[in-house]
């Protein structure tokens, strides 16, 4: 069994963005709970627009102005981020709960070093020396097979290729030995090879340090291969979410299943794919019940009326859906 | 007759800097490439970043000029065709790019985006226009109404059977397909990948379909062609390369692949260090800096294509065993 307290706890977390004249509410994050033991790894997937990104930016309270966390909890090591004050939520990002981006171009800084960049965290959060924090630089350049670390820490951004930047971004996020890692897409400008030498890299950090890790993808392979969990999500909502085998061989909700069904396999054949019709929703302007009856093949009266709450449908298997209420235990 | 033939396609582009542009040598990105597109049959193209699968399918569209080689549509020379032959080569041959949001005209209504090509290449009265456009909308799936709206009214996989409408107006019999959906959400992905196979069974249409997603390739090809630093390494039977990949690189690439199950266990082969610069391309095999299995003579002689398991693969772990490779000697 995994330990008594999770290291992050989501409970009911909503998150609406708001026009200017409150006129449109934005639903992007809606009524989601999980729990995250230490060591673990959890996929958000979702396509866009589903929630996925505004979920790990409630987590972090890094919200644009437009956004309001309406009400749940955030609970990390025990304690509600929520009721944190700004300044002490600055000495938790990057240092307890760190983040990677989807562009890591967009995320380094042209004008510094690598070295700078780097160690940047070390001496802000640390208080560590310059040529302390450069060392440790180095060492964490090493970590993630970067090739010649001392000469690599005096270089730019724009001299290095597209996956050693996604690797120092990597460095800069375990830099402080963080225990919760988000990393959003964080392989989808990379190659096929170059993308397998990253995820593998992640994996021994992970191992190493034994950080938690939540994966924001929409891709399933990385779910396959990475994940010990998944949260599906569907319009803001997690719809499934249970641990990854039992998501791939028992789903429980008709997208999730679909999902699965419409992706091609490598030696499937010229079989044809199962297509979901019709197209994700408008989060501003769901349709009434359940956010998923337009697409769905096995919608009854109910769906259109009522959105469904999440059932247990197995040990720590929840999918939110009527069907899985007849299952439910 | 295939309907496209490349022969020993070679495309350079020189590298040029400072201020007086001195010459500073040249980028081999397609460097001797040769395959055949078959009627009604797709070609996919494969390969990371830099490899030359995308100026291969300019070269195709004629919209670069190769340095050497020749491309023959249905026996003919392209390079020796007339004004008139070559209006007619336009119009066969039609593309569909990645972005639907890059690729359509903001301003311009979908019936007029999808009659442009028909108003500009054909004499054809207004109720014909409109019979035709009407026609293709029907084709690809859209409603008739969706004539009198303008791009942003629809979302992206509607945008891009738009593109695809497009293409099909002048009634080509090869369209490229330049990563078709590799921007569009996981669930509408499967219904244009679905949409596309149906209009090559109706209509007798030969693709080129370029992607890094290898699974939706291998799902979409007849023959798959794998390219690496500007060569074909590996050219043949889609099911065969994606099950049994001869080449090392191939096998590296499918390896990476992502996988479709959890349980599914793929042997990792991860492959050391990036793809070298096609400024410098490595002397012999381009690709044995990197090659697990590299031997003395692959750092010497470049390794042609040769037949092993009724493909064609450019390596010399299989010179020993293949007695035509050993003939040609």
Known sequence: MSAPTPLLELRHLTTHYVSARGSRVVAAVEDVSLRLHAGETLGVVGESGSGKTTLALTILRLLPPAARIVRGEILFEGEDLMRKPDREMRRIRGKRIAMILQDPMASLNPLFTIGDQVAEPIRVHEGASRGSAWTRARDLLKAVKISAPETRVREYPHQMSGGMRQRIVGAIAISCEPRLLIADEPTTSLDVTIQAQYLRLLRDLQREHGLALIFITHNLGIVAKMCDHVAVMYAGRIVELGPTRRIFDAAAHPYTQALLESIPRLGDGQRRLAAIDGQPPDLAALPGGCPFHPRCTQVMDRCRADDPPAFDVADDHAARCWLAARDAR | ?329
């Open chain 2, 1 to 329: 007759m295939a309907l496209l033939e490349a022969e020993d396609l070679v495309k350079h582009f020189p590298v040029q800097s400072g201020l007086f542009s001195r010459d500073r040598g040249r980028v081999s990105a397609v460097d001797g490439v040769s395959f055949a597109i078959e009627r009604s049959q797709t070609l996919g193209l494969v390969g990371e970043s830099g490899c030359g699968k995308s100026t291969t399918a300019k070269l195709v569209l004629k919209l670069e000029e190769p340095t050497a080689g020749v491309i023959r549509w249905e026996g003919r020379n392209l390079a020796e065709l007339d004004g008139a032959g070559l209006r007619e080569y336009r119009r066969s041959v039609q593309a569909v790019f990645q972005d639907p949001y890059a690729s359509l005209n903001p301003r311009m209504r979908v019936g007029a985006i999808i009659a442009e090509p028909l108003v500009t290449n054909e004499r054809l009265e207004a109720s014909e226009v409109a019979r035709r456009t009407g026609r293709l909308l029907d084709l690809v799936g859209l409603p008739a109404r969706a004539r009198d709206l303008f791009p942003h009214e629809f979302s992206g996989g509607q945008r891009q059977r738009i593109a695809i409408a497009r293409a099909l107006a002048l009634e080509p019999r090869l369209v490229v397909l330049d990563e078709p959906v590799s921007a569009l959400d996981v669930s509408i992905r499967a219904q244009i990948l679905n949409l596309l196979r149906d209009l090559q069974a109706q209509l007798g249409l030969a693709y080129l379909f370029i992607a890094h997603d290898l699974a939706a390739v291998a799902h979409m090809s007849h023959t798959v062609a794998v390219m690496y630093l500007g060569k074909i390494v590996e050219i043949g039977d889609a099911r065969a390369v994606a099950a049994r990949p001869k080449h090392p690189y191939t096998q590296a690439l499918f390896s990476a692949a992502l996988p479709s199950h959890p349980d599914e266990q793929r042997e990792e082969i991860i492959l050391a260090g990036e793809v070298p610069s096609p400024l410098h391309p490595p002397a012999g095999c381009r690709f044995h800096p990197r090659c697990p299995h590299a031997m003395a003579r692959c750092a010497l002689d470049e390794p042609r294509l040769g037949p092993v398991n009724g493909r064609l693969t450019a390596c010399h772990l299989y010179d020993a065993v293949t007695p035509e490779a050993a003939e040609r000697g």
